[in-house]
């Protein structure tokens, strides 16, 4: 007999096919809304709602939402449980916020139906009928209103913003920080999870011990392996010496795996060792080594699709989402802005003229009407571009792909000494090609570092010293 986890895989890959998408003009008004729109930020009440099946296994079984976020599924980490085959283990989520609720697919193998259309990203409304897999429920909104956990302050560590979605972040953070439980950081590209990370160690009861990070991207597997856990002298051709990993190094304190959702699938189980056992063994031996550390995780991928096409282990995910904390993407905080730059530009050496002219209301109002889809990296590189040139820049000004060839003398003030101009240019044009470098490649450092002709470990560096990565 095949396990229920094998009967349920097979059941996803070849049960009831996901129906064709509908063509635009097919589409219900409702359903027009597509997977990555911008949406506002959340409000500090949210909507309660009630799903009610109506068909298939477990009819006539109700489920209240408690909060902004609702997670349907057969995994038991869902805030809705569905236990049946056809529902993926993390097949959708609803989104609560000022313009209503969303429902989003999570990857799901028989897609997520709403009122009949295939849908990625859509709006619901009173009375949709949701249909996943075989089950189908109703959605009733309710008069009741949740009121979400929010920080009365408007800084968390290295991290500012007043709105409902950074300080309901901190919010979380906060309680993390005065816990050990493991912590799953989420969100786009440069939302600052790293910040975010240290941030929580540092107002930890382990902010006394070190703080390591280990990007799990950056490197290939057996390295990676070697890095994380240690090897022993003779344990593979180059081990000359023994080495002890990050997690027996970290002793007494945090280790932050950057780029969780990269850890190849040979790693997981050791990973989940540790998590579960707080256990490590070099390689090269066969003896267990007890680690005590904390462990905190970032990506900027849904782990939840990931489990569901099978990248990543579900066991591993229960485990490393205790905590999970979403970090907003600078569009959903657009009234973040002038905390940001202010805290942006203080870092960059601006002189107070410069720094006046770039707190200036209407150039923050230019700012908060771009899309930034790299988030507070993509500002601050944007802010430090003005420092440099000594203009305020709509965003994509002053680009170099903006001049005809040649044209360099707006770069340049004769007022600043040149070993100075020199250093800020030769900056400038260092971050902006490991940059679009890795925005090439993927994010894959080794793969940029041998199209780029440079050792692995020098564009490692170089990620570190501009801070390209979070």
Known sequence: MPSRDREREIDEAGGEPAPPAASPPERDAHATATFGVSRPSLVPDVRRFRLRVVDGPGAGQTFESTGERTSIGSHPLNDVLLDERTVSRFHCELLVDEKGVWAKDLGSRNGTVLDGVLVKEAAIRNGSLLQLGRVGLRFELSGEKTKLQLSENPRFGSLVGSSVAARMSFALMERAAASDVTVLLEGETGTGKSQAAESIHRQ??????????????????????????????????????????????????????????????????????????????????????????????????????????????????????????????????????????????????????????????????????????????????????????????????????????????????????????RRRALDAFERQYVEALLQLHGGKVSQAAASADIDRVHLYRLIKRHRVRD
């Open 204 to 421: 930890s009861s382990r902010r006394d011990h070190s703080f390591l990070v280990v990007d799990c991207g950056a490197l290939p597997p057996n390295l990676l392996e070697s890095e994380l856990f240690g090897h022993e002298k003779g344990a593979f051709t180059g081990a000359v010496t023994r080495r002890v990993g990050v997690f027996e190094e970290a002793r007494g304190g945090t280790v932050f795996l950057d780029e969780i959702g990269e850890l190849p699938l040979e790693l997981q189980p050791k990973l989940l060792r540790v998590l579960e056992a707080r256990e490590i063994r070099r390689l090269g031996t066969n003896t267990y080594t007890p680690v005590d550390v904390r462990i905190v995780t970032a990506t900027n991928r849904d782990l939840r699709a990931e489990v569901n096409a099978g990248r990543f282990r579900s066991d591993l995910y229960f485990r490393l989402a205790v905590v999970k904390i979403p970090l907003p993407a600078l569009r959903q905080r657009a009234e973040d802005m002038p905390l940001i730059v202010e805290k942006l530009i203080s870092g960059l050496g601006a002189d107070a003229r410069v720094k006046a002219t770039l707190l200036d209301p209407g150039f923050i109002a230019q700012l908060q009407r771009s899309a930034w889809p790299g988030n507070i990296r993509e500002l601050r590189n944007h802010l430090e571009r003005c420092v440099v040139l000594q203009e305020t820049l709509l965003p994509g000004e002053g680009e170099e792909s903006a001049r005809p060839p040649g044209d360099t003398a707006t770069q340049i003030d004769p007022r600043i000494p040149y070993p100075e101009a």
